[in-house]
């Protein structure tokens, strides 16, 4: 048993979890769409970066760590050679290095991230650290992940001179051809390697490649020199927990942080639960200290009032003293705590004159996009918006049916401005439009930023999205904003998503769930409790299996799969995925007009 820099990556978060971890306890993050999502994402790049070292040699042997490591022993004998995932290992420490080159006596270890930066920024000399000089906190954790390394490649390699380099995605490159999303098939992986990672296929030209990259690659020789004494500090102390065969639990700091721990299990299943052991029996109040809303400003930001009751044994949210509700959050607290312990809805009074002073049409809009390392389109920057999909309901008038309308890119080119055209032709400039947060307008501001760099000539679509983004357009209604200051329902805990109103609001109103709109929605698990309506949405078939999308990175999935993936050039497949994100994103609307009713009656 060795500890790896993911286990001093998670440790240094938390140094109990990395007993949790070593000891394969169920957590949170295990099948989590949206981080294989993005796994997937750093897979892809990392591909790229290696495809600019021709000469590079994979080591492999990930289920042999010492054979693994006596081969890269070997092979950096030679002068000069590049190797990709070469295992070094010290005594308890074992790292792998994305890229590993020896040139004379010089080895050059290069991390690779999916994060990016900027390198047309020029105002910040130095993008890792912030203004007086210190390293910068969001790019922290990468700089010790590499100083980690730098630490293992040092103790094991003494006689060399080790020049560290973080390679990430550069924001001011333009993808072009070669480099763009569908260029990169990911597939499973083979052999005993499979379990580790995925294949990545490279299909387009790798010599054009290898001048059009994405990439940035920076020499981080100062950042770690001031972070390697800290970290191999901790390295070692964390090393002292693991043995051959077992490791040793480091007792744990209980407090606010706790309360996204991915250890914090909510099934009762029997199942090992490391928020559990942490907290004893000071984890079973129901409700929780931790579910209140903001529960990391309880008592003002720099205090940690829930370590303070957790140490006088009082953890239950109805025993929360009202004297530590402070701050702009105290409203919202206080509505909660009031609310749980009478276990009753709150819809304040004012709520429903609000939405009755709002001017029809009223619309209910929802965009999915997606923001990818690697563009789905030539000309694209990493990161930069791709808006694929709309979806509205709309009331004209009190007592009119439900219009549902809809909008799904499926040509294999910039979407956007498409998007904000057929947009702009469904809600126009008059009535209201109701958002969830503010994600739809940031999309919106970005296309009219888009329009400007890629030279799109359409003045009236430009000044109708300089109104619609305006911030003195008041026909915006933020429904989340609403739900903040109005509402709320047990069962939403500390929750403001949309994804815990819903399933309140769907419980609490009994007409909504007659209603001949939303009825398509009824459903009950085997127990006969009532389903969220996202858990009623219907897989449907694709080949062998069947899939559904009910949140925003499946959405995402689907999407790409539809538009680059196996099944792409085939109409069935085609349309199978174009049913599963119009299904979703229509009930996305859909749940906000349910909230809306449940609210106005």
């Known amino acids: ?132 000089g210190g390293i910068d906190s969001g790019w922290r954790p990468y700089l010790e992940d590499v100083t980690f390394q730098v630490c293992v490649l040092r103790r094991a390699f003494p006689g060399f001179k080790i020049v560290p380099y973080l390679c990430v995605v550069d924001k001011a490159k333009s993808a072009t051809e070669n480099v763009t999303f569908d260029k990169f098939k990911i597939r499973a992986g083979e052999g005993k390697q499979a379990r580790f990672r995925p294949q990545v296929d490279y299909i387009g030209d790798v010599s054009k490649l290898q ?22 500090t901790a390295a ?61 400003l309880l008592g003002g930001k720099n205090n940690d009032e829930v370590a303070v009751l957790a140490a006088a044994g009082t953890v239950s949210l109805n025993d929360t003293p009202r004297d530590l509700l402070t701050g702009t959050t105290a409203v919202r607290q206080k509505v909660q705590l009031d609310y749980t312990a009478k276990n009753q809805e709150f819809i304040a009074p004012e709520l429903k004159g609000i939405l009755q002073r709002h001017k029809y049409p009223l619309h209910f809009m929802d965009f999915e996009g997606s ?12 990161y930069e918006q791709a808006a694929f999909q709309w979806s509205c309901h709309t009331m004209t008038a009190p007592d009119a049916p439900l219009e549902h309308r809809e909008w799904l890119n499926a040509e294999d080119a910039f979407p956007n401005f498409e998007f904000a055209r057929t947009l702009r032709d469904r809600i126009g400039d008059t009535g209201t439009v109701y958002i969830w947060s503010q994600y739809e307008l940031v999309v919106l501001r970005e296309i009219r930023q888009q329009m400007d760099k890629y030279g799109e000539h359409d003045a009236e679509l430009a000044s109708w999205l300089e109104r619609m983004t305006s911030d003195k357009n008041r026909r915006v209604v933020d429904m989340c904003d609403l739900a903040k200051k109005y509402y709320f329902h047990p069962t939403m805990k500390g929750s403001l998503s949309i994804k815990y109103v819903l399933p309140a609001v769907w419980e609490a109103d009994a007409a909504l769930r007659a209603d001949p709109e939303f009825i398509k929605y009824v459903g009950h698990d085997a127990n006969g409790e009532l389903l969220n309506p996202y858990a009623t949405l219907k897989p449907l078939p694709i080949g062998e299996k069947e899939e559904v999308a009910n949140e925003g990175t499946g959405a995402m999935r689907v999407y790409q799969e539809m538009m680059f993936g196996v099944n792409a050039s085939d109409p069935a497949a085609r349309e199978v995925y174009r049913q599963l994100l119009l299904q979703y994103c229509g009930l996305d609307t859909g749940a906000m007009v349910m909230i809306w009713k449940h609210w106005s009656r």
């Open 1 to 132: 048993m060795f500890l790896t820099k993911s286990d001093f990556k998670i440790a240094r978060t938390c140094p109990t979890k990395l007993y949790y971890k070593k000891c394969r306890y169920p957590s949170l993050m295990d099948e989590n769409p949206y981080l294989e999502f993005l796994a997937d994402g750093g897979y892809m790049v990392e591909t790229m970066a290696k495809l600019l070292y021709a000469d590079g040699k994979e080591v492999g042997s990930w289920d042999k760590p010492e054979q693994a490591f006596a081969e890269t022993t070997k092979a950096l004998r030679s002068a000069n050679v590049t190797l990709f995932e070469a295992t070094v290992i010290n005594g308890k420490l074992l790292a792998r290095v994305d890229i590993l080159q020896r040139l004379g006596n010089t080895l050059k270890l290069i991390e690779v991230k999916s994060t990016s930066l900027d390198s047309s920024v020029t105002d910040v000399p130095n993008p890792f650290r912030g203004k007086r």
């Open 211 to 232: 001048k059009e990259h994405v990439l940035a690659i920076a020499d981080v020789s100062a950042e770690i020199a001031e972070l390697e004494n800290e970290v191999a």
């Open 371 to 382: 923001r990818l390392a690697l563009s789905y389109h030539a000309g694209m920057r990493p």
């Open 236 to 296: 070692d102390e964390f090393a002292k927990t693991v043995g051959d065969k077992t490791i040793e639990r480091i007792a744990p700091e209980i407090g606010k942080h706790c309360k996204h721990c991915e250890y914090r299990l909510h099934e009762d299943d029997g199942s090992k639960n490391g928020f559990a052991e942490c907290w004893g029996k000071l984890a079973t109040p129901t409700p929780h200290i931790l579910d209140l809303y903001r529960v990391d």
